[in-house]
């Protein structure tokens, strides 16, 4: 490998590991080799192209495995989480009803439709809410006071 590609490829390295700055890499660039900052401006510019090169590649390749999960999702049919928010408010509607089995005649199950009990619609109106996003911890800010005890503000 040639000098110019060890250069480069240092600062691809510096750049993946999230030292982005041009300071930054600069200082830890001109602490192992001696080399001029024109010529460093050329390697971090090959180097930043490259990296975004890399980049767009990287994210081409995701949405390519993102777009086959979503297809494999569809063919399984799977529904999204619009379609079951829509599905658990249409059981909410008053003539909605529920098959269950209320005995048993002549060795055959006896099916009888029921409206939803209380605890079954306060479910799925948990379900929503859930679904929604709408339990959310609530944010609590805290402080000391000049013993170093905690003063809980809310």
Not at 52 to 61: R, S
Not at 74 to 84: A, P, T, V
Request: proline share 3%; aromatic share 8%; charged share 30%.
């Amino acid at each position: 490998m040639s000098k110019q590609e060890t250069y480069i490829s240092f600062i691809i390295d510096q750049l993946q590991s999230g030292n982005v700055e041009r300071g930054k890499v600069l200082a830890t660039f001109g602490k192992k080799w001696q080399t001029g900052v024109r010529s460093f401006d050329r390697y971090w510019k090959e180097a930043n192209e490259r990296h975004i090169e890399a980049q767009n590649k990287l994210q081409k390749e995701k949405d390519d495995i993102y777009i086959e999960a979503e297809k494999e999702a569809l063919k399984m049919g799977l529904k999204s989480k619009h379609e079951r928010m829509l599905e658990l408010q249409a059981m909410l509607s008053p003539d909605y009803r529920v098959q269950e089995v209320a005995g048993i005649a002549n060795g055959m199950p006896v099916w009888v439709d029921r409206p939803l009990q209380p605890n079954e619609v306060k479910g799925i109106h948990a379900e929503l809410s859930k679904m929604a996003g709408e339990y959310a911890p609530a944010k609590v800010e805290s402080k000391m006071d000049i013993s170093g005890g905690k003063i809980t503000i809310e």
